[in-house]
Structure formats: C-alpha cells, structure tokens
C-alpha cells in the first residue's frame, strides 16, 4: 500500500475508534441482554479496529525506516 494511501486510511480507522468509543460509552446506559450484547459487538469491534490501526502505523514505521 503506497503511504499516502496509508496515511488516509490510518485517519480512518482513527475515526472508526473515536465514533466506536463514543457507542460503547452510550451503550453502558442499556440493561438487560440487549445491553449486553450491544456492549460485546461493539467491544469486539473497538479490539479489532484498534489492532488493525495498530498493525498499519507498526508497518509505516518500518517502510519508513528503510
């Protein structure tokens, strides 16, 4: 992936995780089940937004060092 176009999607994926915090923070006010299983989805997701972020800046750096 060429780094510019890395540089865009790390954006998005930061505003993935910043709209994804904001959910799981609405969330928490749901009980029951429903809460729960809304809370699990988007925690789930949060995790694996995170390490993709995560993952991607982890690979810039490196091209960046070679």
Same mark, same amino acid.
């Given at each position: 992936?060429?780094?510019?176009?890395a540089?865009?999607?790390? %954006? &998005? $994926? #930061?505003?993935?995780v910043t709209?994804?915090?904001?959910?799981? /923070?609405?969330?928490? +006010?749901?009980?029951g /089940? #429903? +809460?729960?299983? &809304?809370?699990? %989805?988007?925690? +789930?997701r $949060?995790?694996?937004?995170?390490?993709r972020l #995560?993952?991607?800046?982890? +690979?810039? #750096?490196?091209r960046?060092?070679?």
């Open positions: 992936m060429p780094l510019n176009d540089k865009e999607r790390a %954006s &998005q $994926l #930061e505003t993935e709209s994804l915090d904001r959910r799981l /923070i609405l969330a928490s +006010g749901l009980e /089940i #429903e +809460g729960f299983r &809304q809370r699990w %989805s988007l925690h +789930g $949060l995790t694996d937004t995170k390490k #995560e993952s991607l800046k982890q +690979g810039m #750096e490196n960046k060092r070679e």
